[in-house]
């Protein structure tokens, strides 16, 4: 056993140099128990119970070129949408009778006062239709503090911001230097987001090209370091339409990125015991027993996707995304049965806010 692993499970604290050696992990029965101790963290700490959080992609439209992005600005193969309020509230009337508790709205990075009054608008509507039940989470990228306090003000109680690569130098590797993407704008944006009370969420993506287990231990400091909430981090994945696919012979197989965020999620969770984790849809990509198998390391958090089917398939952030065609309610079924075989239980009709948020407002 390596002596970061033994170091680990006796619970000593976790310096970069161990973190690296952790993720660095070859040997399948360290592997294994780094994964298992993720488990055993998490059932102590916030239990073996898994919050719903049903996702709707409300628009593919995204002002920005992100280099790895499927629905990058110029990415012109893709037609664009924008869900009518009818789709949006059908969604949410959904997530509300099958009592997920819980709504993440998701939409490309768009700015400006019509798009801050839109999700302004449908905030409250969507609160008005399911009797206040439902907690809402935006994933609306970068805005200014006064539209993350009016979006607070209009029922959003969680924000999803990804910092996708906490290294300034990876960072800047990833996204265009078109004056649209400054690291310190995007860490400031966090900020903004807890200064409005907003329990907030943040994750990076796992396998990029050039990226080192040097930067991904980076990454888990980061999270500690910003006090953050919630988590949602995956692996990266490839799309062919978009400037990175160039990149991917830097690439490691795609099952060794499958299990290094595997192994992400566990230490993530043995760091912060109290924050939410998600099992990305990006898991569920490279492995059909993906979500279940980051829920076994550790994250606490699924996000059935919501979106009506038509819209779903132009929603494609990266090749190869899964349940392109599956209908919401046969996904959800199969769901239940998935977490209950494994041991956990659905939080149906809990908020599942993140117990972290409470303890860092007390
Ligand atoms: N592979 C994996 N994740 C991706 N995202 C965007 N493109 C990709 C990709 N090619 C993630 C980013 C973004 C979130 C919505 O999806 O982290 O924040
Ligand atoms: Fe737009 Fe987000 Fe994709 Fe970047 S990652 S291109 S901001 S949708």
């Known amino acids: ?10 619970n000593k604290p976790l310096a970069k140099e161990h973190l690296v050696q952790l993720l660095g992990i070859t040997n399948q029965e360290e592997h294994e128990a780094l994964l298992h101790h993720g488990l055993n963290t998490k059932a102590a700490s916030v239990g073996r119970i898994v919050y719903l959080r049903g996702l709707i992609e409300l628009t593919n439209k995204c002002a920005k070129n992100c280099f790895y992005c499927g629905i990058r600005a110029g ?14 509230l059908q969604a949410a009337e959904f997530a509300y009778k099958n009592q997920f508790g819980s709504l993440v709205i998701q939409t490309g990075e768009l700015s400006g006062p019509i798009f801050a009054a839109q999700i302004e608008r449908l905030l409250k509507l969507i609160h008005r239709h399911t009797n206040n039940e439902l907690t809402i989470t935006l994933s609306c ?16 109680s969680r924000y999803l911001l990804r910092i996708e690569a906490s290294t300034r130098k990876l960072y800047e590797s990833i996204h265009p230097a078109d004056g649209n993407h400054d ?7 966090l900020e903004d987001l807890k200064k409005c009370g907003y ?11 050039g990226q080192t287990l040097e930067d991904l231990a980076d990454d888990l400091l980061f999270f500690s370091k910003m006090d953050i909430d919630m988590v949602g981090m995956g692996p990266y994945l490839e799309h062919a339409d978009t400037p990175m696919f160039d990149k991917r012979n830097l690439l490691l197989p795609a099952n060794e990125r499958f299990l290094l965020s595997l192994r992400m999620i566990a230490l993530l969770r043995i760091m912060m015991p109290y ?3 998600a099992a990305s849809t990006a898991l569920e990509t490279i492995n059909p027993l993906g979500r279940q198998m980051g829920i ?8 059935p996707n919501l979106t009506p089917v038509t819209d779903r398939k132009k929603y494609l952030l990266y090749n190869n995304k899964p349940n392109l065609d599956k209908d919401a309610s046969l996904s959800t079924a199969t769901l239940n049965d998935v977490l209950s075989s494994i041991g956990e239980t659905i939080g149906y009709g809990r908020a599942g806010d993140s117990i972290h948020f409470s303890h860092r407002q007390a």
Do not use: C, H
Request: hydrophobic share 40%.
């Open 1 to 10: 056993m390596t002596g970061a692993l033994s170091d680990l499970l006796n």
């Open 75 to 88: 990415n012109d193969t893709i037609e664009r949408y924008f869900l009518s309020d009818e789709d949006v």
């Open 141 to 156: 990228g970068e805005q200014s503090q006064e539209v993350y306090q009016r979006w607070k003000d209009a029922g959003a």
């Open 183 to 189: 690291y310190d704008t995007r860490i400031k944006g």
């Open 199 to 209: 329990q907030v969420g943040t994750g990076v993506m796992i396998g990029l090209p």
């Open 275 to 277: 924050i939410n984790i």
């Open 296 to 303: 076994l390391a550790g994250a606490n958090v699924v996000m």
